[in-house]
């Protein structure tokens, strides 16, 4: 049996396949299809860094665990999912309050999609000095970007 993708390459285009379809992840970039959503998607690394709004989907805790689950083999590890937005407000906290809004409604409308067959996703862990507002010199007038890194727990335990 060949595969087209190793267990993390699996995992990184589910998830990110799984991002794209999402209505929250649609809206934050300002499109209305999945195929336009994609756009805004990098798999494993971008270079140069975009502007606000984009995610990359990258390999995560290279620990992974494969389990028999008596019809496949199914490969458990994590991936990681950088978020960064450019939230609309008036001053910081209503710009974090959209930014936060933004993330947890995707996440869930990850985690609904997910149910559907494209990945079996545990948990989400969002460290706190991963989320929130950063300020990049090089790109000062851009206006501030906020960004979340997400490690998403997939497969079976």
């Not at 649609?26 to 998607?41: H, L, N």
């Not at 930014?99 to 067959?117: C, H, K, M, P, T």
């Amino acid at each position: 049996m060949t595969v087209e993708y190793g267990f993390q390459g699996t995992h990184i285009t589910n998830v990110a396949a799984v991002l794209a379809q999402c209505p929250s992840w649609q809206t934050v970039c300002g499109v209305a299809t999945e195929a336009e959503a994609s756009g805004y998607i990098h798999l494993v690394d971008v270079q140069p860094e975009p502007d606000a709004p984009y995610a990359v989907v990258y390999p995560g805790d290279t620990s992974v665990t494969a389990i028999d689950t008596g019809n496949a083999l199914v490969f458990s590890g994590t991936v990681d999912v950088l978020l960064v937005l450019s939230p609309p407000g008036a001053g910081q906290a209503a710009k974090f309050f959209a930014f936060d809004a933004a993330v947890s409604n995707i996440l869930l409308e990850i985690q609904e999609r997910a149910r559907d067959g494209y990945a079996i996703i545990r948990n989400f862990e969002v460290p706190k000095d991963t989320y929130g507002r950063f300020t990049d010199p090089e790109k000062r007038g851009r206006g501030d970007m906020y960004a979340a890194h997400i490690t998403v727990a997939v497969g079976v335990q």
